[in-house]
């Protein structure tokens, strides 16, 4: 009797979705094999040596990436996220990692707080979350987005050793080049500038630019140098169009963008991360859960461009990976994103930005957002197709059969059945 391997499994009838043709390839067979993908084949028997599990048709999709995540803000209060002690900061991350895997989002980019250690954490099995790809802290001026000192403080810096902080002030060059170079020396995959003005920040308007064309540069030249991307906050047409000219290469938010913007960031190669999600939910719950008022002053300023914002950007060809940004308690909204989307975007659209945009964004093309030979076996297994009804991914993956990130089912109700 043939003996079954261990760590392999074949998935049959499956009707398999490609993001990138916006396409689904009727009764394929995944082999899968210690995480990851051997094999995909058209109508092929399950190996004898491997479980078998028959989908009957289900549909079976990439796993979800979101490219603008904090795991550290546990809470909206950012000083109560910042002064907690490093260890609890990082057993609140994880939780916040636990629960986005289980809503299907095996692959996350961390805008700014995240560690290597919670890399190493998930990589080790000790944390049962995403793969993380991580840039240290988010690097903001003096009196900048990450500065969340009252006007009338004057204590120099701020408490950015601890994990739970999301930024760091760094002013001038020789600072910047520093910062840059310690992070990527820590495991950053990307730098992170915070170069426009910010909704949760009480000192800067949406509209003030953030770090000189000297220091932005800086930030470009040391990451070029290490094969990486500068990522930047940015929200008026000013912003971002300054950034693309210095070299920035991940646009996030771009509420405010206009279209000869759009058309020269997408000739430049850029990819925007639009956080539409990030805005509905403030405005929801912001100042019920203590957001201050010149923050919620702020917060219509950029919600109501954000719609807009996305049909410019398609038009222009720019590419837009998914992301969600929300902190704390309006982590619940997660999936919203997908619902404010859809309101301008095509459902093939909203797949290729939550799977081959967003792993292009993470250096991880090949590895994540694709089901092909090679590929880590990151997967979701739903009765629907999304291509016909995206709403299949906005409840907080009730919809997913199955969820498999690195080949290891995280849930499951479906059965073996080898026989």
């Given at each position: ?8 499994i074949a998935l049959t009838g499956a009707r398999l979705l490609d993001p990138e043709a916006g396409t689904l390839l009727e009764n394929r067979t995944i082999l899968i ?387």
């Amino acid at each position: 009797m043939t003996q079954i391997a261990p760590n392999r499994i074949a998935l049959t009838g499956a009707r398999l979705l490609d993001p990138e043709a916006g396409t689904l390839l009727e009764n394929r067979t995944i082999l899968i094999e210690d995480g990851r993908i051997t094999d995909v084949a058209e109508g092929q028997p399950a190996p004898d040596d491997a479980e078998a599990i028959a989908l009957d048709g289900k549909v079976v999709m990439p796993g979800m990436i979101d490219c603008h995540m904090h795991v550290v803000a546990e809470t909206l209060d950012l000083w109560a996220n910042m002064i907690a002690p490093s260890s609890l900061a990082g057993l609140r991350a994880a939780r916040v990692m636990e629960e986005t895997l289980d809503r299907g989002f095996t692959t996350i980019r961390d805008l700014g707080g995240a560690d290597h250690g919670l890399v190493r954490g998930v990589e080790e099995g000790l944390i049962d979350g995403p793969r993380l790809i991580i840039c240290g802290k988010g690097l903001s001026t003096t009196g900048g987005h990450c500065d969340l000192r009252a006007r009338t403080d004057d204590r120099p810096g701020i408490m950015s050793d601890r994990l739970g902080s999301m930024g760091i002030l760094v002013d001038g060059t020789d600072d910047v080049r520093r910062v840059s170079r310690t992070y990527i020396k820590e495991g950053a995959r990307f730098i992170k500038l915070m170069a426009n003005g910010g909704v949760s920040s009480p000192n800067d308007p949406i509209h003030t630019l953030q770090f000189s064309r000297d220091e932005i540069l800086a930030a470009v030249e040391e990451a070029e140098n290490a094969g990486l991307y500068v990522s930047a906050h940015v929200y008026t047409d000013r912003a971002i169009r300054r950034c693309v000219e210095l070299g920035v290469h991940s646009l996030e938010h771009c509420n405010l963008i206009e279209a000869e913007t759009a058309m020269l960031a997408a000739e430049k190669g850029c990819i925007a991360v639009p956080t539409l999600v990030a805005y509905e939910a403030l405005a929801l719950e912001g100042a019920a859960l203590g957001l201050g008022p010149d923050s919620v002053a702020k917060i219509d300023t950029v919600r109501e461009g954000g719609r807009r914002s996305l049909a410019i950007m398609r038009d222009a060809g720019l590419e837009m990976a998914f992301g969600s940004d929300l902190l704390g308690e309006l982590r619940k909204y997660h999936c919203m994103e997908v619902d404010l989307l859809a309101e301008v975007l095509t459902p093939a659209e909203i797949l290729r930005s939550l799977t081959t945009i967003g792993a292009k964004l993470c250096g991880l093309e090949g590895e994540a957002g694709v089901i092909a030979p090679g590929a880590s076996a990151d997967l979701l297994v739903l009765d629907g197709n999304p291509l016909d009804d995206i709403s299949l991914l906005t409840d907080d993956g009730a919809n997913f059969r199955a969820v498999m990130a690195r080949g290891r089912f995280v849930r499951s109700d479906l059965e073996g059945d080898h026989a």
